[in-house]
C-alpha cells in the first residue's frame, strides 16, 4: 500500500510547455506539500495545503499553481517550463497539527527541461 | 528564520563501525521538532528519527540514536553497527511546534553517508 503516490516519476520535456504533476495520499491526512530538490540536493518547500486551504507559498514564480481538489490530492501545475525548473519535486502530507505533523514524502517525479 | 547546518558534506564509515553525523541549528523557538531523514539512491526520503524539543530523552530507533543538546542547539545522528543499506544522503530537518498549521520543514544541505566493507 503506497502512503504518498506521484505521478509521472519522470517527465522529460521541452523549455515552453505546460506539464502537472500529479499527488495522491491515502493516510488521510489534512495537510500535504510541495518541496523542490536542487540538482544539490537542496530541499526548499514551495507550498503547503492544509484542508484544501493554501498556507504556504514561499515566493514561488507564479508559472507554478497547486491545486488540491480534495484533502487527499495536491497537484502541482507549471506553465512555460524554463530550465531552471529542472529539479526532483516531492510531495509530501502530514497531520496538521503540532504533535502529530511528522511529514510523509512520495517517491519524488523527477522533471527534466530541455 | 530558522537555518539549519549539516557542516560535513561527506563522511565515510566500515561496516559493523559506528559513525555521527552533525547538525546544528538557529531558531528563536522553544517548541519545535527535529528529524532525520535518509534519502538512499532511490531518492525516497525515508523518515529515521524524530525528536520533540520538549522532551529532554534522546530519541532511539533501533540502531539509529540522537544527541540532542537543546542548548547548544545541536543535533547529531549516530548509527551504530553501520550497514551496507545505510548508505545514503542523510538529512537534518526542523520544523516549528506551536499552533497554527506553517509546519514546513527547514532542510539542511545534507551528509552523504559512504559504507564500505
Known amino acids: 500500500d503506497t502512503a504518498v503516490s506521484q505521478t509521472p516519476k519522470y517527465l522529460v520535456t521541452q523549455m515552453g510547455n505546460d506539464k502537472s504533476i500529479k499527488c495522491e495520499q491515502n493516510l488521510g491526512h489534512d495537510t500535504m506539500y510541495w518541496y523542490k530538490q536542487d540538482s544539490k540536493k537542496f530541499l526548499k518547500i514551495m507550498f503547503s495545503?492544509?484542508?484544501?486551504?493554501?498556507?504556504i507559498n514561499e515566493t514561488v514564480p507564479n508559472r507554478f499553481s497547486p491545486k488540491s481538489p480534495d484533502k487527499a490530492h495536491l497537484n502541482l501545475h507549471i506553465n512555460s517550463l524554463e530550465l531552471g525548473d529542472s529539479a526532483v519535486y516531492f510531495c509530501a502530507s502530514s497531520q496538521g497539527d503540532r504533535v502529530r505533523g511528522t511529514q510523509y514524502f512520495g517517491p519524488g517525479t523527477r522533471l527534466l527541461v530541455l | 528564520a530558522q537555518t539549519v547546518t549539516q557542516s560535513q558534506p561527506e563522511m565515510s564509515v566500515q561496516e559493523a563501525e559506528t559513525v555521527t553525523l552533525s547538525c546544528t541549528y538557529d531558531?528563536?523557538?522553544?517548541?519545535?521538532?527535529l528529524f532525520w531523514y535518509k534519502q538512499p539512491p532511490s531518492r525516497q526520503m525515508i523518515l529515521v528519527i524524530r525528536q520533540e524539543a520538549y522532551k529532554q530523552q534522546n530519541a532511539t530507533e533501533n540502531r539509529f540514536s540522537v544527541n540532542f543538546q537543546k542548548a547548544a542547539k545541536s543535533f547529531s545522528l549516530k548509527i551504530s553497527d553501520s550497514q551496507l543499506g545505510d548508505a545514503a544522503m542523510y538529512f537534518c530537518a526542523y520544523r516549528r511546534g506551536g499552533g497554527g498549521s506553517n509546519y514546513k520543514l527547514t532542510f539542511g544541505k545534507g551528509t552523504l553517508l559512504t559504507v564500505n566493507p
Open positions: 495545503y492544509n484542508n484544501k486551504e493554501l498556507i
Open positions: 531558531t528563536s523557538e522553544s517548541d519545535y521538532y
